[in-house]
T-cell receptor, first 110, second 112 residues
Framework: KNEVEQSPQNLTAQEGEFITINCSYSVGISALHWLQQHPGGGIVSLFMLSSGKKKHGRLIATINIQEKHSSLHITASHPRDSAVYIC????????????FGKGTHLIIQP | ETGVTQTPRHLVMGMTNKKSLKCEQH?????MYWYKQSAKKPLELMFVYNFKEQTENNSVPSRFSPECPNSSHLFLHLHTLQPEDSALYLC???????????FGAGSRLTVL
């Protein structure tokens, strides 16, 4: 079992819908990352958080350390949000590398 | 453009070929990474270089040979690869222990 599990694996929604992507992890962490990967491969870091909630534009990320769970929300979704969203965790003392989830493939239809 | 440039973007090679992937960053970062992304699998860390010193080699087969001549350039030399090595190879950089990675666009490798 992967230490980082994401759900759903695939999500198709209509433009304007509120989107939630979930990430659960089974190890102690010092930080959690949400990343976005567009077709073609490039990965962009969206958020790094260790507690609470962060907001950037239409994106909101939350984390519950006690429950070992994080969510990424997209409000007023748009076709350009179509991408793979990847959750990754950093273990305490694990400065050299992240442990990644398999990603959630999101398609927003017009 | 993220500031991390990878070339080539696409590479097709036979199992007996020797080729290299190149990564370049001018962000002033001192750590560089190679990741492998295979279909349906999470990103896998391959190598980490901090100030040109290799600090992690994640049990990668010797047919993959990294080289970091300076903190701005990173190579992955490929030799006698197998078809299962076909994947997207991603380079990233960061300030060491900063944990915020900047990724390149990746090099899509196909081994025939």
């Amino acid at each position: 079992k992967n230490e980082v599990e994401q759900s759903p694996q695939n999500l198709t929604a209509q433009e304007g819908e509120f989107i939630t992507i979930n990430c659960s992890y089974s190890v102690g962490i010092s930080a959690l990352h949400w990343l976005q990967q567009h077709p073609g491969g490039g990965i962009v870091s969206l958020f790094m958080l260790s507690s609470g909630k962060k907001k950037h534009g239409r994106l909101i990320a939350t984390i519950n350390i006690q429950e070992k769970h994080s969510s990424l929300h997209i409000t007023a979704s748009h076709p350009r949000d179509s991408a793979v969203y990847i959750c990754a965790v950093l273990r305490p003392g694990g400065a050299d590398g992240l442990t990644f989830g398999k990603g959630t493939h999101l398609i927003i239809q017009p | 453009e993220t500031g991390v440039t990878q070339t080539p973007r696409h590479l097709v090679m036979g199992m007996t070929n020797k080729k290299s992937l190149k990564c370049e960053q001018h962000l002033g970062h001192n750590a560089m990474y190679w990741y492998k992304q295979s279909a349906k699998k999470p990103l896998e860390l391959m190598f980490v270089y901090n100030f040109k010193e290799q600090t992690e080699n994640n049990s990668v087969p010797s047919r993959f040979s990294p080289e970091c001549p300076n903190s701005s350039h990173l190579f992955l030399h490929l030799h006698t690869l197998q078809p299962e090595d076909s994947a997207l190879y991603l380079c990233a950089s960061s300030q060491f222990r900063d944990n915020v990675l900047t990724f390149g666009a990746g090099s899509r490798l196909t081994v025939l």
